[in-house]
């Protein structure tokens, strides 16, 4: 075997060899259902810093637990991971509330979700590969590589000298040359064999990288310099006032509106534990008035005295009504019916009630 040769038989071998991995790779991600992650921030350190590349996997919002590490999509389109603080379920999956290791504040956006991909380990700086194959520099030496396999591998022979050369070789020597020809041809199969698994590479470092862009961490808290509200777990107070005639007097429920981002859901019956089955509900845009009228339309016989109970969550409410997230907890207040009229009076607050 001569030198180019040998040469050629090492950058074949060592092209298969990194193709096999990149199928291997995909394999494992494909067969475990893992999502990797490159992280190009600090503000989940010392757990994981930056240039680390971890490993998720996909799970329900009812999997999810305070501690986890968790990678979710904030409105903007950018992939967060964080810390799990806080877990509030709702009716379609949950809402939860992230932060950095690092940072002194929770992230300012809580985060609605169904489904997330939840971290299950890391690679210290394997990050820093991952980024350096799927970017332009590191794509564009991946296709010089796979075009130098390919010329080693078929670039370079003879043309028809050689093919003059077989010829004679049949003519003189017909058993002999049937030989060297079967050995030309499973030397040219085993090249073809190798060399697939390079090329492949290269498809792999163009069909990963837009995934790895996608799952990459865009963190830029890392630090107490930024003030993050808390997410709050209800309105921070709650009062009535009583107004009107004698037997037509209006009671109205009003609660402190804490911010512009956040609106109401609320929760009106006949029960102090609020679990009968003539509950009424109702939400509150961020832009609407903060209260509840008890009037005369309210239902009721004339000749019953009636209480009732009022509870208020902070709310995500949608411009279409419909309520993304609500706090666990709610102020509460209570009001009561004069017997014999549609006269309404103001109970007592009897909030927080958790």
Known sequence: MTG??????????????????CILWTIVMFAFGLTPLVFTSGSMSPAIKAGDLAFAETIDADEIEVEDILSVVNEKGVRITHRVVRVDPTDDGAVVVLKGDANSEPDVEPYAVTT????????????????????????????????????????????????????????????TEEVAGDGSAAKRNRHTF???????????????????????????MTSGTFTAAALPIRPSSITCVRTGIVGFRVA???????????????????????????????????????????????????FTARDYYIRVYSAYVTSAGAVTWRSSSYRAYSVARTFGTVSYDCGSNISPAN
């Open 252 to 302: 109205t429920v009003s609660w402190a509106d804490d911010s512009p981002r956040y609106g109401y859901y609320y929760e009106i019956a006949q029960e102090p534990d609020w679990s009968g089955s003539d509950k009424v509900t109702g939400v509150i845009q961020p832009t609407g008035t903060n209260s509840v009228e008890f009037s005369g339309a309210t239902s009721g016989g004339w």
């Open 116 to 175: 997330a991909e939840r971290v299950l380990f890391h690679v210290p700086k394997a990050g820093y590969v991952v980024d350096a194959a799927g970017s332009p520099i590191g794509m564009f030496v991946g296709g010089l590589l796979a075009a130098a396999a390919l010329f080693v591998a078929f670039g370079g022979r003879g043309g028809g000298g050689g093919g003059g050369s077989v010829a004679k070789a049949q003519e003189d020597a017909g058993s």
């Open 4 to 21: 180019r040769e040998r040469l050629r038989e090492i950058v074949l071998w060592v092209g298969a060899v990194l193709g096999v991995l």
């Open 194 to 220: 190798l060399i697939g698994p390079v090329v492949l590479v290269l498809g792999m470092m163009v069909a990963v990288q837009p995934a790895q862009a996608a799952f990459t961490d865009t963190a830029t």
